[in-house]
């Protein structure tokens, strides 16, 4: 559910009084700095933008004694998880694809269908594996294997934590720039993570959405520098987090530790192309505002 503005007011206007109303009423809401003034938003929700409005017209203050109508009462309810998998088709595209790799390579343990969605393809002899030319793949047509390797994890703490900020990421971008572009910086960055991966680290067996969830991280983040938005409003614990466990993985302290290889090439290649297209929406989206 996009969001849309209601107030534009000077930075001057003390609004502290309206927002704890708006708290007290359970309306959902973000206020930003844009071009030297505030803005207001609240979900793009029924009838619920004018009622907001209305509000701030009689109560600019804010007013501890206010009883809301009842039409406020739908336009302040959460969406139920049914509602949030309704409003989130491409999302929900995306994950289920994952469950079903997931399945059938048994979490990276069937080898045999592993390598069908792998960068590189490869055949087992013995202890060792043979990784076929990435050229010679392409030029056979299998194109797929560009992006397929965000499709596959490597345990069930792999495919959960993945999931889960694919989840919480996409649905942003879904709501906020549709569904179909969702799909498209998936691909931009599951393609551009998985080459990164494969001219750092060479010939090697790696996969996963994590390289995807860094560009998303990216986009949103720079995007909501440039053209704030309550949508693409993440935590700053959230990004903090992202990045020191960005870096954290990079000083290979992690893998000392014993928790396997980190596809760091494609973190860092995901985070880049992610902010680069976060920027150049950001541009777009704060022109045509």
Not at 12 to 38: A, I, K, W
Not at 98 to 118: M, S
Request: glycine fraction near 10%; proline fraction near 6%; hydrophobic fraction near 50%.
């Amino acid at each position: 559910m996009n969001p849309v503005a209601v107030l534009r007011l000077p930075l001057s206007t003390d609004l502290n009084g309206f927002v704890s109303l708006l708290r007290r009423l359970n309306v959902p809401h973000r206020v930003t700095e844009e071009s030297g003034q505030q803005v207001l938003w609240v979900p793009d929700h029924a009838q619920l933008a004018d009622e907001v409005r209305e509000l701030y017209e009689r109560f600019p203050a804010g007013d501890d004694q206010y009883q809301p109508p009842q039409s406020l009462a739908p336009a302040v309810q959460r969406p139920s998880f049914v509602q949030q998998l309704r409003q989130s088709p491409f999302t929900v595209l995306v994950l289920l694809l994952t469950l079903v790799v997931a399945g059938r390579t048994l979490l990276g343990e069937n080898l045999e269908a592993v390598r069908w969605f792998t960068f590189l393809d490869f055949h087992i002899y013995g202890d060792y594996a043979s990784f076929v030319p990435l050229a010679d793949s392409l030029a056979a047509g299998q194109w797929w294997r560009l992006v397929s390797p965000m499709l596959i994890h490597f345990g069930i703490l792999h495919l959960a934590m993945n999931s889960l900020w694919y989840w919480e990421l996409g649905r942003r971008i879904e709501r906020r720039q549709g569904g179909l572009m969702l799909v498209l910086l998936t691909l931009v960055f599951a393609a551009v993570s998985n080459y990164v991966q494969y001219r750092f680290s060479g010939p090697t067996l790696f996969g996963g959405l994590s390289g995807v969830l860094y560009g998303l991280l990216g986009h949103c983040w720079l995007y909501q520098w440039l053209a704030p938005n309550p949508v693409y409003h993440l935590p700053r614990g959230v990004l903090v987090m992202m990045l020191v466990w960005l870096l954290v993985c990079l000083s290979g302290v992690v893998s000392l530790l014993g928790f396997g290889e980190i596809a760091n090439g494609a973190h860092v290649g995901g985070l880049i192309i992610g902010c680069v297209t976060g920027l150049v929406g950001g541009v777009m989206a704060r022109r045509t505002a």
